[in-house]
């Protein structure tokens, strides 16, 4: 892997949906078009050698940041990209004046559980057959306090 600075952090526009889709096959390119014109969604796409690796979101709701997408291709997991795609997240969504960030995230990932606590995030709710029939927790962290 590279140095940080050939780690880029921007927000995804509609010429980025065909690298997205490439490794975020649950959605379509009509799906991706009506979500960047909306207004209350904000993509970030994470580009590593000018090739894009990563995709989140969050959508607005009241003062919280509710993240719905956040995913490393991948090729690309493993290099800790996830932790600086959360940072880069959490900034966003700081300037945007969000107090809190929500996930709701399966209980089997492991990974991602470990990365948003080290982050600062809590559970604050356990949910049965929630993602895709599989059980889940909904983490919260403060933005004020991170």
Do not use: W
Not at 38 to 61: L, Q, R, V
């Amino acid at each position: 892997m590279g140095t940080a600075a050939e780690i880029i952090f921007r927000k995804m526009q509609i010429s980025d949906i065909d690298a997205v889709i490439n490794f975020v096959k649950e959605f379509d390119e009509d799906f991706f078009v009506d979500e960047l014109h909306d207004e209350n969604i904000f993509y970030i796409i994470g580009e590593f050698d000018g090739e894009i690796f990563s995709c989140a979101n969050f959508k607005f709701f009241l003062n919280d940041a509710e993240v719905a997408i956040f995913t490393v291709a991948p090729k690309f997991r493993g290099r800790g990209l996830a932790q600086k795609l959360l940072a880069a997240l959490m900034e966003n969504a700081k300037s945007f004046q969000f107090k809190t960030m929500t996930f709701d995230i399966a209980v089997s990932n492991i990974p991602a559980l470990h990365i948003l606590k080290k982050a600062g995030f809590t559970i604050v709710e356990r949910r049965n057959l929630f993602c895709d029939g599989e059980n889940a927790v909904t983490l919260r962290a403060d933005l004020e306090k991170i």
